[in-house]
C-alpha cells in the first residue's frame, strides 16, 4: 500500500479525491546533458492523480477509481515511454520523456477524458515520482483547461 503525503495547493471545489498507482516503465533522455540517462533504463513510477470537482456523477464519484487508472496504467505500464508519440509532440513542453514531461502528459491524457465526463471535474494536479528521492508537479494554470 501506498501511504503518502503529496504537496497540494488550495482550491475552491467541494470534492477531491486522490489515486496513487504504480507502473514499471522505461525510458532514455538522448541529450548529452542527461549524462546516464542518456541510456536506456526503467523506473517504478509512482504516479498521484488529484481530481477535484462541484458536482458528482450519477453514480456518486467524480471518477470511479478504476477508471482513472485505467486511463494512465494500461497506456504506459510496461512500456518504452520514448515509444509514444505524445512524448514528441509539439504540445509538450520537451520532445523527452523527463519525469517533468511524464507529469504534463498525464495531466493532458487525463484532463481530455475527464472533460467528456457529464460532471466535468477538473485534473488539479499530477505527482510523478521517479526514484524514492525525486518526484516532479505538474499544476494546470488556468488557461489549461478547455
Known sequence: MIYSYYPQWPHNYRYEL??????????YIPSEEAGKCRRVHGHTYTINVTVAGDE?????FL???TVLKKWIHK???????NDHPE?????????YPTTEVVAQVIWKTVQQKLDETSNKPKCLQVLVRE????????????????
Do not use: W
Open 56 to 60: 458528482l456523477n450519477q453514480n456518486g
Open 87 to 95: 512524448f514528441a509532440s509539439e504540445e509538450t513542453e520537451a520532445a
Open 131 to 146: 526514484t524514492p528521492t525525486s518526484y516532479a508537479v505538474f499544476r494546470p494554470k488556468e488557461g489549461d483547461f478547455s
Open 63 to 65: 471518477i470511479d477509481f
Open 75 to 81: 497506456r504506459y505500464d510496461h512500456t518504452m515511454l
Open 18 to 27: 486522490n489515486k496513487d498507482m504504480h507502473l514499471s516503465a522505461a525510458h
